[in-house]
């Protein structure tokens, strides 16, 4: 039963490597379609907020059909999507090439990461998720790197063209290889699943993703411009670091896979409590080889585990609608997402590159005293 989850992963990295790739890409981006970097920012906002705005929406209602032909049918839109941004002759037609991907996006990994826990059972959901989680991780190890050296050598439109290959290709493969499923969820309906929208448990944990992913994205989304403008390297060795960072985060995959199984909330706290370390000491440490590579480490472990945490974290809280609640936690995150990166863009042009550490960090502070209020709450009531 291993082989549809590793297929899965898969089409997870080609997913999101389509969503994360244009981190790396937002200086070549801006300076080809003449716009300054906080404004190519916002095509990372336009696709965190179309997902968070029609995510949980787009999954309740697709959570009923065959996952084959769904998830073949989201990659076959990516590759379409890909194209038209490797054709993109201004910022406006560049933005309606990321609002498509964005709208499979969440239906995909909701979905996904349900069949998972599907096949080996929820006490297992950490490490099935785990799996598919692998292809994310992949995609900020791999994806997001390479995008970067491809944007380096050949320009960002390959980048985005190499994508589009990539997602029909993977299509093919699962019109070959993945077996006809049918949703094992189907009997719960969206009247159900949108009832926990009202329980205040999990407006909390929705809340706590909100959070989190502020804080990441209010640096990450830059940490290409400022590898670039306060370290000084050039595309290649920025595409370099990236992979670094990407790389470590294998390890907080495997981490948060462990941890959350055992306490979620506690698993948040003790990852976000190390990401804050690692991303205030980016950059003071950024003319010195070991401390960047030591600050970029500890925050690449941490965001890894956190996406993990985060959505294992959701499927939890509520285990008779799992997909639905995990296409919650991509709401809540993906809002955090746009958040993070107009954040981090008003953040670059009021204080400063220099600032950003300091200005996630803030965000990340407050999941951590919000994660301390949800461990006094019942367990149960998320459930109720």
């Not at 590793?6 to 490597?17: D, E, H, K, P």
């Not at 909701?110 to 998720?129: F, K, Q």
């Not at 944007?151 to 290889?177: E, N």
């Not at 009832?195 to 804080?215: A, D, W």
């Amino acid at each position: 039963m291993l082989f549809p989850i590793l297929l899965l992963s898969a089409a997870g990295f080609t997913v999101l490597t389509t969503e994360f790739v244009i981190v790396g890409l937002l200086p070549a981006i801006a300076r080809d379609l003449n716009v300054s970097v906080s404004q190519a920012g916002l095509l990372v906002t336009l696709f965190a907020f179309t997902v968070a705005a029609f995510g949980p929406f787009l999954t309740a209602y697709f959570a009923r059909f065959p996952r084959k032909r769904l998830f073949i049918s989201i990659l076959i839109m990516f590759g379409v999507a890909n194209t038209v941004a490797a054709l993109a002759p201004n910022i406006w037609v560049m933005a309606f090439a990321r609002l498509i991907p964005a709208l499979g996006l969440p239906v995909f990994w909701a979905l996904a990461s349900e069949t998972a826990v599907d096949i080996v059972g929820p006490e297992y959901a950490g490490r099935a998720i785990e799996k598919i989680g692998f292809g994310i991780v992949c995609a900020t190890v791999f994806g997001i790197p390479v995008g970067t050296l491809v944007s380096d050598m050949f320009g960002w439109r390959t980048a985005f063209a190499i994508l589009a290959v990539v997602a029909l290709a993977k299509a093919f493969l699962l019109f070959i290889y993945l077996p006809v499923t049918t949703p094992k969820h189907d009997q719960v309906s969206l009247r159900s699943q949108f009832k926990i929208l009202r329980n205040p448990l999990m407006q909390g944990h929705i809340l706590l993703s909100i959070l989190v992913f502020s804080g990441m994205f209010t640096a990450y989304t830059y940490l290409a411009d400022i590898l670039e403008r306060l370290a000084g390297f050039d595309g290649t060795l920025v595409g370099w670091c990236l992979m670094g960072f990407g790389a470590v985060g294998l390890i907080g995959n495997s981490l948060g896979g462990r941890a959350v199984d055992r306490h979620p909330l506690i698993a948040s706290m003790v990852f976000c409590g190390f990401m804050i370390a690692g991303m205030v000491a980016l950059v003071p440490a950024i003319h010195s080889t070991i401390g960047l590579a030591a600050a970029m480490a500890v925050w690449g472990v941490t965001q890894a585990a956190m996406f993990l945490v985060s959505h294992v974290r959701l499927m939890k809280a509520a285990p008779h609608a799992p997909a639905f609640a995990a296409s919650l936690n991509i709401a809540g995150a993906n809002l955090g997402i746009g958040l993070g990166a107009m954040v981090g863009g008003h953040v670059i042009d009021t204080l400063g590159l220099g600032s950003l550490g300091f200005a996630a960090s803030g965000f990340i502070l407050a999941s951590i005293l919000l994660a301390l209020g949800l461990m006094t709450a019942k367990p149960t009531a998320a459930t109720a």
